[in-house]
């Protein structure tokens, strides 16, 4: 459970990121980890956008990431090999192709999403280390979005610290996102 001080933080938050990511971080902050809930009626989805953000330490560039979707009925499907990093306090977007656009996924069949870094050392390099500080998957049903959203986010505004999503290590490179 994150404690805050609403008044000072709304403030920090509306000036700095405003109020759509305010009301996603407040709805996200007191929900449960579980948000890939359909909605409306089911549709068939043919691509993705994810949007990688990272914290205080970066993803580096010969480091990979694997966004993978968490079916119902077809277990994990892996969307993308993401190479290249994510510098630190920055983000990355990423459209992710869904198989074959004649087969696409029902959005009702989506369980959730996994992200797991695999770390490719360099000489005199030790494991990455990553901070996801925000992640977010967008389904799209053909050239519109159609207003799937899975997503969490994890703010830094000046004194004000709210915990990351996740810090991948070689102990701990995957994070889950199930419903």
């Not at 994150?2 to 700095?16: D, H, K, P, T, Y």
């Not at 009626?41 to 993803?59: I, K, R, V």
Request: overall charge negative; proline content about 6%; glycine content about 10%.
């Amino acid at each position: 459970m994150i404690l805050i001080r609403a008044s000072r933080l709304r403030r920090c938050v509306l000036a700095a990121v405003g109020v759509p990511l305010l009301a996603a971080a407040l709805t996200f902050a007191g929900s449960s980890p579980a948000l890939a809930r359909p909605i409306g009626e089911c549709t068939p989805l043919q691509s993705f956008q994810a949007d990688l953000g990272s914290g205080e330490d970066d993803l580096r560039g010969n480091s990979e990431v694997i966004i993978s979707l968490v079916t119902r009925s077809r277990g994990g499907v892996d969307l993308a090999h993401i190479t290249g990093g994510v510098p630190s306090y920055e983000h990355r977007l990423i459209t992710l192709d869904y198989g074959s656009p004649t087969i696409p996924v029902d959005s009702c069949d989506v369980a959730g999403v996994t992200v797991r870094m695999i770390s490719h050392n360099g000489v005199f390099e030790t494991t990455d280390n990553w901070d996801l500080d925000r992640f977010t998957l967008k389904g799209f049903d053909g050239p519109s979005f159609w207003g799937f959203p899975l997503g969490r986010t994890g703010l830094s505004i000046s004194d004000q610290s709210f915990p990351l999503l996740h810090r991948f290590t070689g102990h701990d490179p995957l994070w889950q996102f199930l419903d």
